[in-house]
């Protein structure tokens, strides 16, 4: 006989229910309405029980900082914990070691061991700006993964065939293209699933790009007779772009670690089509608010620059306090809007070998200097005419240069050029 759900406990199942599937993405309608009837099940189960939910989140620790779209899922993760959920920040330091190769059209990097927990250390200081540090259980799966012998992974492998590997799109274009597919990729998402059971999780956060990964989770969890895994799975938040995911390596993110200034002036520069996105998954504004930005910008009664405007306080009031919102506002205002050069401007020294003026190689100049995170991305500003010589875009990769000139990269990074 089926047990009788008491009326309270079915309208906080509800109540939960709608708060959580707020927001998600699926691939596919049937995956959609199957995670939409087993959350409801397990929170039934939780609350009846009155035994929280073991609901986690893994991060790579691929590089040291975190930016407004890995706080996507760390917002959802933060969510279980006020509902009074157990939540689990997982280190993927065993996992980093490989590289999730979910969003890559080609081979991804190995990292070495000592960076990945370098990183780890910054990652987990960073999530607890989300996440309460007392209700957190932080895990590393190095923990089980990393004592696994031979046998271990060959009788883990046996659960899936290649084809199911295959299959997948990342996989798949890059043997289309005949790129090559390395075995040690394939293992990726047979760590991540057996991270799940591991855990013994009932719930898994995660961006569109892991629905494979939480799926081989959900096959060995029941194959170890444990009930298997929701998956709650949320939208890749675009770049400043507004094309491209949200990366540091193609230096279209918001740090949350970023200055004031630096993070109002990339949320500035976001093109108009995607600002409600931003807000939606890149702001901790509630839904209502998120919702009356929205209707507001439909209706025409709010402008797209003040919408953006409102978005760049936002930011940098979540990570910063209202006081340097509102002074990385003023400073924008001061430097775009009026044109005006900013009075604190970093020095850039160059050498000039007693010469009034040299040729440098811009790319190398703006990498050197900090203004860009690589040469590539430096070269790519360039071709942009996102770089400028005393307010004159340049668009050459060699410029002449001279000391006391005022370089400008984007709108928000100021140099002058100095004698070394």
Not at 236 to 263: A, C, F, H, W
Request: aromatic share 6%.
């Amino acid at each position: 006989m089926t047990q009788q759900v008491p009326t309270e406990i079915a309208a906080e199942v509800e109540r939960q229910h709608a708060l959580i599937m707020r927001g998600t993405a699926y691939g596919d309608e049937g995956t959609r309405r199957t995670m939409d009837r087993e959350l409801r099940a397990r929170l039934t189960e939780s609350l009846m029980e009155d035994r929280p939910l073991r609901v986690y989140l893994g991060v790579d620790p691929t590089s040291p900082d975190l930016h407004i779209g890995h706080c996507v899922t760390l917002r959802k993760l933060a969510l279980f914990q006020h509902l009074g959920h157990q939540s689990i920040l997982l280190i993927g330091d065993f996992t980093g070691l490989v590289g999730d190769p979910s969003d890559k059209d080609s081979l991804r990097p190995m990292q070495a061991a000592e960076i990945l927990n370098r990183n780890a250390e910054t990652y987990q200081d960073q999530a607890f700006k989300l996440l309460d540090p007392d209700r957190t259980e932080v895990r590393r799966n190095s923990e089980w993964l990393g004592e696994m012998s031979f046998g271990d992974v060959i009788h883990l492998a046996s659960n899936f065939t290649v084809q199911q590997f295959a299959e997948r799109d990342t996989f798949k274009n890059r043997i289309g293209s005949s790129q090559p597919v390395y075995l040690h990729e394939f293992m990726y998402g047979l760590m991540q699933g057996h991270d799940a059971v591991a855990l013994e999780a009932d719930v898994q956060l995660g961006g569109t790009d892991q629905t494979f990964n939480i799926m081989c989770g959900r096959t060995l969890q029941e194959r170890r007779e444990q009930a298997a895994q929701v998956a709650v799975l949320t939208p890749i938040l675009v770049g400043t772009d507004g094309k491209q995911r949200m990366s540091k390596s193609t230096g279209n993110y918001i740090g949350i670690d970023e200055p004031p200034n630096d993070q109002y002036g990339k949320a500035m520069s976001i093109p108009d089509d995607v600002i409600v996105r931003f807000f939606d998954y890149g702001t901790n504004l509630t839904d209502d608010e998120v919702d009356r930005i929205e209707a507001e910008l439909n209706s025409g009664a709010l402008k797209p620059m003040d919408a953006k405007r409102r978005l760049a306080r936002a930011v940098v009031a979540e990570w910063h306090g209202e006081d340097a919102a509102q002074e990385a506002e003023s400073q924008w205002t001061r430097t775009f809007s009026q044109r005006t050069v900013p009075d604190d401007i970093p020095d850039a020294p160059i050498e000039f070998g007693g010469a009034e003026a040299v040729e440098v190689a811009l790319p190398a100049l703006l990498h050197d200097i900090g203004a860009a995170a690589s040469r590539a991305e430096a070269k790519r500003l360039v071709s942009q005419g996102a770089v400028r010589i005393d307010d004159e875009v340049v668009k050459d990769q060699n410029a002449e240069i001279r000391s006391g000139v005022v370089l400008r990269v984007g709108r928000r990074k100021w140099y002058r050029i100095v004698a070394s």
